[in-house]
Nanobody, 113 residues
Framework: QVQLVESGGGLVQPGGSLRLSCAAS?????MGWYRQAPGKQRELVAT???????NYADSLKGRFTISRDNAKNTVYLQMNSLKPEDTAVYYC??????????WGQGTQVSVSS
Protein backbone atom coordinates (compact mmCIF):
# COMPACT_ATOMS: atom_id res chain seq x y z
CA GLN A 1 0.00 0.00 0.00
CA VAL A 2 1.39 3.38 -1.05
CA GLN A 3 1.03 6.29 1.36
CA LEU A 4 0.88 9.84 0.01
CA VAL A 5 1.39 12.98 2.07
CA GLU A 6 0.50 16.25 0.37
CA SER A 7 1.30 19.74 1.60
CA GLY A 8 1.59 23.32 0.44
CA GLY A 9 -1.86 24.46 -0.53
CA GLY A 10 -3.45 27.67 0.68
CA LEU A 11 -4.76 31.09 -0.21
CA VAL A 12 -2.69 33.38 -2.40
CA GLN A 13 -3.30 36.64 -4.22
CA PRO A 14 -3.34 36.77 -8.01
CA GLY A 15 0.20 36.89 -9.34
CA GLY A 16 1.53 35.05 -6.31
CA SER A 17 3.29 31.71 -6.01
CA LEU A 18 2.81 28.46 -4.16
CA ARG A 19 4.71 25.20 -4.02
CA LEU A 20 2.98 21.90 -3.49
CA SER A 21 4.74 18.79 -2.23
CA CYS A 22 3.76 15.14 -2.22
CA ALA A 23 5.82 12.46 -0.53
CA ALA A 24 5.18 8.83 -1.41
CA SER A 25 6.22 5.48 -0.03
CA UNK A 26 7.09 2.49 -2.18
CA UNK A 27 8.56 2.01 -5.66
CA UNK A 28 7.18 4.81 -7.81
CA UNK A 29 7.41 5.12 -11.58
CA UNK A 30 5.45 8.26 -12.27
CA MET A 31 4.38 11.13 -10.03
CA GLY A 32 2.18 14.05 -10.86
CA TRP A 33 -0.54 16.53 -10.11
CA TYR A 34 -4.12 16.86 -11.26
CA ARG A 35 -6.66 19.46 -10.26
CA GLN A 36 -10.41 19.77 -10.01
CA ALA A 37 -12.23 23.06 -9.89
CA PRO A 38 -15.82 23.31 -8.62
CA GLY A 39 -18.24 21.98 -11.21
CA LYS A 40 -15.47 20.78 -13.52
CA GLN A 41 -13.79 17.50 -14.28
CA ARG A 42 -10.43 16.58 -12.85
CA GLU A 43 -7.69 17.58 -15.26
CA LEU A 44 -4.00 16.98 -15.73
CA VAL A 45 -1.59 19.58 -14.41
CA ALA A 46 1.76 17.84 -14.88
CA THR A 47 3.52 14.51 -14.48
CA UNK A 48 7.14 13.43 -14.16
CA UNK A 49 8.62 9.99 -14.64
CA UNK A 50 11.44 8.47 -12.63
CA UNK A 51 13.92 9.49 -15.34
CA UNK A 52 12.73 13.08 -15.31
CA UNK A 53 10.51 13.08 -18.39
CA UNK A 54 7.80 15.67 -17.84
CA ASN A 55 4.37 16.26 -19.31
CA TYR A 56 2.37 19.45 -18.79
CA ALA A 57 -1.08 20.68 -19.62
CA ASP A 58 -0.47 23.04 -22.52
CA SER A 59 -2.26 25.91 -20.81
CA LEU A 60 0.05 25.76 -17.78
CA LYS A 61 3.43 25.57 -19.48
CA GLY A 62 5.65 28.44 -18.45
CA ARG A 63 3.86 29.14 -15.17
CA PHE A 64 3.99 25.75 -13.44
CA THR A 65 7.07 23.60 -12.96
CA ILE A 66 7.10 20.01 -11.77
CA SER A 67 10.17 18.43 -10.23
CA ARG A 68 11.02 15.29 -8.34
CA ASP A 69 13.48 14.15 -5.70
CA ASN A 70 13.84 10.42 -6.32
CA ALA A 71 15.84 9.89 -3.14
CA LYS A 72 12.92 11.25 -1.12
CA ASN A 73 10.17 9.93 -3.42
CA THR A 74 8.78 13.44 -3.39
CA VAL A 75 7.25 15.45 -6.20
CA TYR A 76 6.98 19.23 -6.18
CA LEU A 77 4.80 21.61 -8.13
CA GLN A 78 6.01 25.20 -8.28
CA MET A 79 3.15 27.45 -9.31
CA ASN A 80 3.94 31.02 -10.34
CA SER A 81 1.86 33.92 -11.63
CA LEU A 82 -1.23 32.31 -10.18
CA LYS A 83 -4.62 33.32 -11.52
CA PRO A 84 -8.09 33.04 -10.02
CA GLU A 85 -8.86 30.30 -12.54
CA ASP A 86 -6.12 28.19 -10.95
CA THR A 87 -8.34 27.83 -7.91
CA ALA A 88 -9.01 24.12 -7.43
CA VAL A 89 -8.30 21.10 -5.31
CA TYR A 90 -4.94 19.74 -6.39
CA TYR A 91 -4.43 15.99 -6.18
CA CYS A 92 -1.16 14.13 -6.10
CA UNK A 93 -1.11 11.10 -8.36
CA UNK A 94 1.46 8.30 -8.44
CA UNK A 95 1.86 5.18 -10.51
CA UNK A 96 3.95 2.40 -9.03
CA UNK A 97 6.50 0.30 -10.90
CA UNK A 98 3.78 -2.35 -11.07
CA UNK A 99 1.31 -0.03 -12.75
CA UNK A 100 -1.00 0.64 -9.83
CA UNK A 101 -2.36 4.18 -9.40
CA UNK A 102 -2.84 6.02 -6.13
CA TRP A 103 -4.35 9.42 -5.36
CA GLY A 104 -3.67 11.83 -2.52
CA GLN A 105 -6.45 13.34 -0.45
CA GLY A 106 -6.17 16.68 -2.24
CA THR A 107 -5.01 20.10 -1.16
CA GLN A 108 -6.97 23.30 -1.74
CA VAL A 109 -5.38 26.11 -3.71
CA SER A 110 -7.34 29.36 -3.72
CA VAL A 111 -6.29 32.40 -5.73
CA SER A 112 -8.16 35.51 -4.73
CA SER A 113 -7.60 39.12 -3.79
Amino acid sequence: QVQLVESGGGLVQPGGSLRLSCAASGSIFSMGWYRQAPGKQRELVATIHSRGITNYADSLKGRFTISRDNAKNTVYLQMNSLKPEDTAVYYCNVVTNWGKTYWGQGTQVSVSS
